[in-house]
């Protein structure tokens, strides 16, 4: 059985649990505390700290590079997923680089300015909110919010040109879901983890691609913790 550690509100746990579904794979989620990465420290004896982790019987495995693909090769060659498929390699590395640097990088902030909805726990806020200040400054929060609809035109700008690409194909690549797919879904499921934001409705193909991803990723299909 394979347990994926992981907070569910992390864009790149939630990459990891959508390749999990869409190989629809036996496994089990451990949803960790924000503020407790224990778990992760004493199973790694001390060589990560960062989630996800993934344990497949005695083998652990941990991004441990930039753009962090080492869980999501591991599986793709356990599961013969095809999602790197060597053609597309230098595709998905710009491709990759430009969501996690550029697009995740504005919209983690506007799911951030909802964090009391998905942290209840109020030392897990506390501990979330001084993470926040001390990576990115004093009352970051606050900025973020003030900020709000010029952060939302940042995104638009931002997934428009995904939104050209996926005129062209029903994927981001060709005719089925790649690596690059599978990392936007994790990107804007972060971003519409506390249900207040949406994809804007003018990007049509967008949204037609998030319904198909959803579709074909599938229900959940998680053991019991």
């Not at 680089?97 to 209840?120: G, I, Q, T």
Request: one cysteine or more; aromatic letters at 12%.
């Amino acid at each position: 059985m394979i347990t994926l550690y992981q907070h569910p509100v992390s864009p790149f746990c939630i990459t990891i649990e959508a390749i999990l579904k869409y190989a629809k794979a036996p496994y089990r989620t451990v949803n960790l505390p924000y503020s407790d990465r224990r778990i992760i420290v004493e199973k790694t004896q001390g060589q990560y700290y960062k989630i996800p982790l993934l344990e497949d019987g005695d083998l652990l495995v941990w991004d441990k590079t930039d753009l962090g693909q080492e869980i999501a090769g591991y599986l793709d060659g356990k599961f013969k997923l095809e999602l790197f498929p060597p053609k597309h390699d230098g595709l998905q590395l710009i491709l990759a680089r430009y969501l996690e640097h550029e697009v995740e990088a504005v919209s983690f902030k506007l799911n951030d300015l909802d964090y009391e909805a998905w942290l209840p726990d109020l030392y897990d806020r506390t501990m979330f909110v001084r993470h926040k200040e001390r990576k990115f400054g004093a009352g970051c929060l606050a900025q973020w919010r003030d900020q709000q609809d010029r952060l939302q035109q940042e995104l638009e700008a931002l997934l428009f040109p995904l939104d050209r690409l996926l005129a062209q194909h029903c994927f981001l690549i060709d005719h089925r879901p790649r690596f690059v797919d599978v990392d936007l879904f994790g990107v804007l499921g972060n971003y519409l983890f506390s249900g207040r934001n949406q994809i804007p409705p003018p990007f049509t193909h967008l949204h037609h691609w998030h319904r198909e991803m959803t579709r074909v990723i599938g229900h959940e299909a998680s053991a019991p913790p």
